[in-house]
């Protein structure tokens, strides 16, 4: 705020503060007073015409902060709320608008008017282009509103905005975060019949859930993990980070792992130990999940919170999770990954070979650590529900795996799947070379095109970059297609 220049301060625009001048249309004398004149100091006549120029709209709005308040009468509110700690404004106002509020706070009321000043992105359209009415690219927020919810746009906005980048928008993205919101509604509208005669205020005097259920500790504790990446994220105005950690959480780990490892417990006929434990812990992360992403969908989270507390008070009474609530438990967590990895394994497996989902296979595991071989006992049943497994058997040291099995290892343990029965290798090796033959020719079509200078001199550079990230793209996918036509031809000459 040093070496700060004079500005015109007048504009010729119908609204605004009228520039306090008044001319004298006897003499011509200029006054310039705090009241209006009554007559004219040089010659006493009282045919007097204020400017009719107003003050500059950056002048009018430098006055904001404060004269918002009640400024200048004394006001409760202008004592309470000035100065105010976070002003969020674009880069291309700093001058022009926060410098000036800071300028006429330091005038009119001895103090700078904030603290902090975070500068957002820039929304741009899909291919980066500034928004423009000529050009047909604006994404109006009241439609898109409308279509895809007010809370999947303000998760979206959150998640892409990455310091010291503009936010490159499109219909795709804020669609994709829409099915985002779906899933956290669903996921609560599944828990929900589990979760009757359950409050927080009954869970005040049970923090931690039993430490023999290694699900539930696995689950706490993350959920501790987020709230502290989440607060980190807030704290630090990187909102991109605290979105992504609140979406990989929610999505991968509470909604695709903890929810589906649980079912069989909530299930159960009788109300166990165990299920009263499970249905808990259950309780206390959702409600941690419906807090945490308050400040991101306030009226998702809202709703859910009413139907999941029967309406006993508004989510915004009940304050941010503590991570401290939520003990750290490493051991259930390195364990908890191990299963994971078993399971996305063998589902990879699947996935190579086309196994349709209908079909159970027989997973044969060799694993030399009896810890390992105790987890997976532990989890035998999830392990099969997940995976698609019709049974586990074991393998010593050195015995041989089934014919025709595909194979992978994670972390020192085997996995072997027998294919013979389970798929037709001449119909899916058909399938595999067709899929191979495709992509050559698409590949082949759009080398073409990036070797013609026509297409070259003319398309824009992000267009010619999108066809060269294509053809990386096909050539990834053939060389997978390849390795796993090789692999099938293996398998045939095995069984």
């Known amino acids: 705020m040093n070496n700060i220049r004079d500005w015109c301060i007048s504009r010729q625009i119908w609204w605004g503060h009228q520039i306090p001048a008044w001319y004298c249309d006897s003499c011509g004398a200029m006054i310039v007073a705090r009241e209006t004149p009554q007559a004219c100091p040089e010659c006493r006549s009282a045919a007097l015409h204020q400017e009719t120029d107003v003050l500059d709209t950056w002048f009018s709005s430098a006055l904001w902060p404060f004269s918002t308040l009640g400024w200048p009468d004394p006001a409760r509110d202008l004592e309470v709320y000035y100065p105010t700690s976070v002003l969020v404004t674009g880069f291309d106002i700093l001058f022009f608008w926060v410098a000036r509020m800071m300028m006429m706070g330091l005038h009119f009321m001895g103090r700078v008017p904030f603290t902090h000043v975070y500068i957002h992105a820039l929304v741009r359209d899909a291919e980066g282009q500034k928004m423009s009415k000529s050009k047909g690219n604006v994404i109006d927020p009241l439609t898109v509103m409308d279509r895809y919810g007010t809370d999947a746009f303000r998760f979206t906005l959150a998640a892409l905005a990455v310091q010291g980048r503009d936010i490159k928008l499109s219909e795709e993205r804020i669609e994709g975060y829409r099915h985002f919101v779906n899933k956290i509604w669903n996921a609560t509208r599944f828990c929900s019949p589990h979760l009757t005669g359950l409050s927080l205020e009954s869970l005040a005097a049970d923090r931690e859930p039993d430490p023999g259920d290694e ?92 139907i999941t507390r029967a309406g006993q008070g508004s989510i915004l009474e009940a304050g941010f999770p503590q991570a401290d609530d939520f003990p750290e438990a490493p051991l259930a967590e390195k364990n908890l990954m191990l299963l994971q990895g078993l399971i996305y394994e063998v589902r990879n497996l699947r996935g190579e070979m086309n196994i349709p989902p209908s079909k159970t296979v027989e997973i044969w595991l060799r694993c030399p650590d009896p810890a390992l071989r105790e987890l997976v006992a532990r989890y035998r049943n999830n392990l099969l529900i997940l995976a698609k497994g019709a049974e586990i058997s074991y393998l010593g040291e050195t015995e041989k795996p089934p014919a025709a099995s595909i194979s992978s290892v994670f ?28 992509s050559r020719k698409d590949s082949q079509q759009t080398e073409k095109k990036l070797a013609n200078e026509d297409f070259l001199g003319k398309a824009p550079a992000e267009v010619i970059q999108k066809e060269k990230d294509k053809v990386l793209v096909l050539g990834k996918k053939i060389e997978k297609l390849e390795g796993h036509a090789g692999r099938l031809k293996q398998l045939m000459a095995q069984g």
């Open 411 to 438: 972390q020192g343990v085997e996995i072997f799947i027998p294919v013979k029965g389970v798929i037709q290798f001449e119909d899916e090796l058909k399938r595999l070379e067709k899929e191979i033959q495709k």
């Open 215 to 306: 699900t539930n500790r696995w689950i706490i504790s993350r959920v501790g993990q987020v709230i502290r990446e989440v607060e980190t994220g807030i704290e630090q105005y990187r909102f991109n980070e605290a979105a992504h950690h609140l979406y990989h959480f929610i999505w991968h780990e509470f909604c695709d792992w903890y929810l589906e490892l649980i079912k069989p417990v909530l299930y159960q006929e009788n109300d166990t130990e165990q299920r009263r434990v499970t249905r808990r812990t259950l309780f206390r992360v959702l409600m941690a999940i419906l807090r945490l992403i308050h400040p991101f969908m306030p009226f998702v989270s809202e709703k859910l919170w009413q």
